[in-house]
Nanobody
Framework: QVQLVESGGGLVQAGDSLRLSCAAS??????MGWFRQAPGKEREFVAA??????????YYAGSVKGRFTISGDNVNNTMYLQMNRLKPEDTAVYYC?????????????WGQGTQVTVSS
């Protein structure tokens, strides 16, 4: 059974950093990503990492590029999101997701989410 488990969320102040982790079990994936959903808003793409081309190519939403860094290990099925210079608008539930194949915005497997709250 496939399971994705996020950890590392919390309450921080604007300008602080947080590191989210995602551990996948049950099988390996060639692409993993982070999404987030703020209250009253649709879920949005944050970042992804894909090993489908042999290396760990990374992809970012424009709103987080330069502040967030995605990393991971597809052998151990783990993924991380280092979030620096956090802003109140980064407040959301962050979800880990995984899929087969190359980078896309649609994913087949999802975690339960971890709350990130950034106070001003």
């Amino acid at each position: 059974q496939v399971q994705l488990v996020e950890s590392g969320g919390g309450l921080v102040q604007a300008g602080d950093s947080l590191r989210l982790s995602c551990a996948a079990s049950g099988r390996t994936f060639s692409t993993m990503g982070w999404f987030r959903q703020a209250p009253g808003k649709e879920r949005e793409f944050v970042a992804a990492i894909s090993w489908s081309g042999g290396g760990g190519a990374s992809y970012y939403a424009g709103s987080v590029k330069g502040r967030f860094t995605i990393s991971g290990d597809n052998v151990n099925n783990t993924m991380y999101l280092q979030m620096n210079r956090l802003k109140p608008e980064d407040t959301a539930v962050y979800y880990c997701a995984a899929r087969d194949g190359q980078f896309r915005y649609d994913y087949d497997y999802w975690g339960q989410g971890t709350q990130v709250t950034v106070s001003s």
